[in-house]
């Protein structure tokens, strides 16, 4: 029963933690650092398609942004009526200044520059319109 040197017999290593320590603190520090840098996705509502395809309902809350490609200006619609670019902001406004809630569906032609688009995703922002959604042809087809 010497307390001296020599085989102890456990389970203890002449191994130092102290390099794995420093590597796992290394490693901590560059994901906690990489972390707010991820990039944020936008937030987006799908509209469902109609249970029966042969009835259309028209919905006076649904307020959907129409892009035609029609030369070298497009035309912008809302709810089927034609407004020029520069009052499409200004009619937003008023639509959407006495409702709670500020969804807006944007639909724009296939062949359409996306500039127009995004010019509509900006007349919502300047509404202050909470959502705004794209209308896909594969969800207009109820696919």
């Known amino acids: ?11 203890v290593s002449d191994m130092n933690v102290t390099p794995l320590i420093d590597v796992l603190l290394v490693l901590l520090i560059i994901f906690m650092v990489i972390q707010p840098t991820t990039p944020k996705g936008l937030d987006t509502v799908v509209p469902q398609p109609p249970k029966d395809k042969n009835t259309t309902q028209t919905d006076d809350k649904v307020i959907v942004v129409s892009i035609q490609d029609t030369g070298a200006v497009p035309t912008y619609k809302i709810n089927e ?6 009052q499409v902001a ?7 200044e006495t409702r709670n809630t500020k969804i807006m569906f944007i639909k724009g ?10 010019d509509a995703v900006g007349f919502g922002k300047q509404a202050d ?15």
Do not use: H, Q, W, Y
């Open 81 to 86: 009526r034609v407004f020029p670019k520069d």
């Open 1 to 11: 029963m010497a307390m001296g040197g020599g085989s102890t017999g456990g389970a």
């Open 109 to 118: 032609d296939p062949g359409l520059n996306f500039g127009a688009v995004a």
């Open 90 to 96: 200004t009619e937003l406004t008023s639509i959407f």
């Open 129 to 143: 319109v909470t959502n705004i959604a794209i209308i896909t042809p594969g969800v207009e087809n109820g696919s």
